[in-house]
């Protein structure tokens, strides 16, 4: 499994780091302060967090974890941090909402290192370029089967780490041919980005989409994760925040019927085409036309 490095590399930033590593709590915390304060950002025109579930929720012993919803795509962003490093990871931040994560990155004196996406979304603009722009020394990460551009192309086996803690990247494809699930170093949770969702599954109808490639991501590479492993997908359309693997592997509609059925199921949905399509998957092939 190859580790990726992904520190910053301005000479600014990485002072800025040094001097981070060698400060106490206490002025580590005023040095965060201080790098988002001398930024100019405008946080009070940053909308209102609508919802953030499992606010004081804390897994894997003490990881910060924040889950935000952006409600027209009805699209989850997660925001992942060490409490001792103050290091940050946010996977699928969405464009209209960029300004609230910002709020919250900094309520929490975190330092986003890395923004990803679980893959090229179809149904919104990806909020990574415009995070890139306003939050110095970000790098934004994909799949490399995804054909989008970023700082970091990922593939199977790599890790995005923050602090102590990292994302494991399994590349499960049949969404997209770029859709990866990003697996916490613990197994404790699991972002499955449209591969799989809760009660249901990502559509297999465009952008490459295959059902018998669907069906063999997620038994090989998310059904094998531990039972009590938390799911936590890119969207929900129902109210519903989290699941597990166990639970999905009984209740799931679609994945617990045989592949044949699965296909049958998959090639009926006859679902709509997604309303942003033309414009969300050329934005997001580009990091949301911000990442210039
Ligand atoms: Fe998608």
Avoid at 7 to 26: F, N
Avoid at 193 to 203: S, V, Y
Avoid at 272 to 288: T, Y
Wanted: hydrophobic content about 35%; some cysteine.
């Amino acid at each position: 499994m190859s580790c990726l490095v992904l520190e910053v590399l301005k000479p600014s930033v990485a002072c800025a780091l040094q001097l981070r590593a060698t400060a106490t709590g206490d002025s580590r915390r005023a040095l965060a302060g201080f790098l988002y304060r001398h930024r100019g950002w405008d946080t009070q025109k940053a909308p209102v967090r609508k919802y953030s579930a499992n606010m004081e929720r804390r897994a894997g012993g003490g990881i910060i974890f924040r889950q935000l919803f952006e409600s027209i795509s009805s699209t989850y962003t997660y925001l992942l941090g060490d409490p001792e490093s103050r290091e940050a990871v946010l996977i699928d931040p969405v464009l209209e909402t960029v300004d609230r994560d910002i709020k919250l990155i900094e309520e929490l004196e975190l330092q986003l290192k890395v923004a990803v996406n679980t893959h090229c979304h179809a149904d919104h603009i990806t909020g990574t370029g415009l995070m890139k722009k306003k939050l110095y020394g970000t790098k934004s990460a994909i799949s490399e089967h995804s054909g989008a551009t970023a700082d970091i192309l990922l593939s199977e086996g790599d890790s995005i780490t923050f602090g102590k803690y990292c994302l494991n990247v399994r590349e499960t494809p049949g969404h997209t041919d770029g859709c990866v699930t990003l697996v916490a170093g613990d197994q404790s949770m699991a972002f499955t980005g449209d591969a799989l969702l809760i009660r249901g599954c990502g559509r297999t109808d465009f952008q490459q989409g295959c059902s018998k490639k669907l069906y063999h991501s997620i038994h090989t590479k998310i059904f094998t994760l531990p039972g009590h492993c938390l799911i936590y997908p890119a969207h929900d359309y129902k109210g519903q925040t989290v699941s597990t693997v166990d639970e999905e592997k009984k209740f799931n509609p679609r994945l617990t019927k045989t592949l044949e059925e699965f296909v049958e199921i998959m090639s009926n949905l006859n679902l709509p085409k997604p309303q942003k399509i033309d414009i969300a998957v050329p934005a997001n092939l580009v990091c949301g036309l911000h990442d210039i």
